[in-house]
């Protein structure tokens, strides 16, 4: 008995450390390094985003956006190692029957721009984002890199606690730099 009212405590005390100066409007999710990105990725690649579309969920429960994504260069686990050409993303959110649902702090893409995203796979052959914004690089007309990381409260671990941290300025980089640095963390050949 003591054992669980100790970590009831232990686990209240750490909830209200995380909303300790969280914003109000913001996702709180654990900072990953590139490195972990791509180790947690099935799929990394530079796409050209196509049309979406806004439906609701199999189980009525939340409004999805499912959105064709069109590899340009597979990075890791992608068209050329049999992967799908064409990737079909979905996201919780959007408007759909006059209702509208979002997740703060996820990524979002607009028809015909070029990015590299991190992706894990989900059921129906369909594809998730690996980690909320921080799975997409956008990359603009002048062929620079850089996420936008808005909506998200970001924590890291420090043994077995989360600690917030401060959301890290965000690098703006060659997307040949980007796409290099992918490949050499996933290891391919």
């Not at 590899?71 to 919780?92: F, R």
């Not at 991190?118 to 369909?126: M, T, V």
């Not at 690089?137 to 990381?149: F, P």
């Given at each position: ?136 690089y956008h990359v603009d007309t002048k062929g620079l890199a850089r996420r936008s990381l808005e909506g998200l409260h970001l924590v890291r671990r420090n043994g077995g606690a989360l600690v917030p941290t401060h959301t890290p300025a965000e690098e703006i980089e060659p997307v040949e730099s980007l796409m290099t640095d992918v490949v050499r963390l996933?290891?391919?050949?």
């Amino acid at each position: 008995m003591k054992r669980s009212v100790n970590a009831v405590l232990s686990l209240s005390a750490a909830a209200a450390l995380l909303c300790l100066g969280a914003p109000a409007d913001a996702t709180t999710a654990v900072l990953l390094s590139r490195e972990e990105l791509v180790r947690k990725s099935a799929t990394v690649a530079r796409v050209t985003v196509g049309k979406s579309y806004t439906t609701e969920s199999e189980d009525g429960r939340s409004i999805v956006t499912r959105t064709e994504l069109r590899v340009t260069q597979p990075l890791k686990g992608g068209a050329d190692s049999g992967g799908p050409k064409v990737i079909l993303l979905e996201q919780i959110g959007g408007t759909y029957n006059g209702k509208t649902q979002r997740v703060l702090g996820d990524a979002s893409l607009s028809q015909g721009e070029d990015a590299v995203v991190f992706l894990r796979p989900g059921d129906k052959g369909r594809w998730h984002f690996t980690a909320l914004a921080m799975s997409v690089y956008h990359v603009d007309t002048k062929g620079l890199a850089r996420r936008s990381l808005e909506g998200l409260h970001l924590v890291r671990r420090n043994g077995g606690a989360l600690v917030p941290t401060h959301t890290p300025a965000e690098e703006i980089e060659p997307v040949e730099s980007l796409m290099t640095d992918v490949v050499r963390l996933a290891g391919v050949k």
